[in-house]
Nanobody, 123 residues
Framework: QVQLVESGGGLVQAGDSLRLSCAASGRTFDRITMGWFRQAPGKEREFVAGISWSGQSTYYADSVKGRFIISRDNAKNMVYLQMDSLKPEDTAVYYC????????????????WGQGTQVTVSS
């Protein structure tokens, strides 16, 4: 099992940027597919982005494509989500999560996730 701790959320204005970080521990991190999903109040969980264990493959939801970038540093056991041109509709709790494969992360199927970090974008 892997433990995940997200950080970097906050309150920003529309058009601003934020960088979320996720610290992982407990398993061989560099063989784990990772991703981010979010959940806004009263809404279903929404896949945001995924990255293969090597970092060579990434995948994004249409709603964030061109604005968000997922990356990882296997030497530091970290995953990041750079979020630019934020919109009020990006407001949600963001979760870092593991997936069993790149195919499953694309389907938004996650195995473990952290406590989440709140992102609030004001208009």
């Amino acid at each position: 099992q892997v433990q995940l701790v997200e950080s970097g959320g906050g309150l920003v204005q529309a058009g601003d940027s934020l960088r979320l970080s996720c610290a992982a521990s407990g398993r061989t991190f560099d063989r784990i597919t990772m991703g981010w999903f979010r959940q806004a109040p009263g809404k279903e969980r929404e896949f945001v982005a995924g990255i293969s264990w090597s970092g060579q493959s990434t995948y994004y939801a249409d709603s964030v494509k061109g604005r968000f970038i997922i990356s990882r540093d296997n030497a530091k056991n970290m995953v990041y989500l750079q979020m630019d041109s934020l919109k009020p509709e990006d407001t949600a709790v963001y979760y870092c999560a593991t997936a069993s494969s790149f195919a499953t992360v694309i389907r938004g199927e996650f195995d473990y996730w952290g406590q989440g970090t709140q992102v609030t974008v004001s208009s």
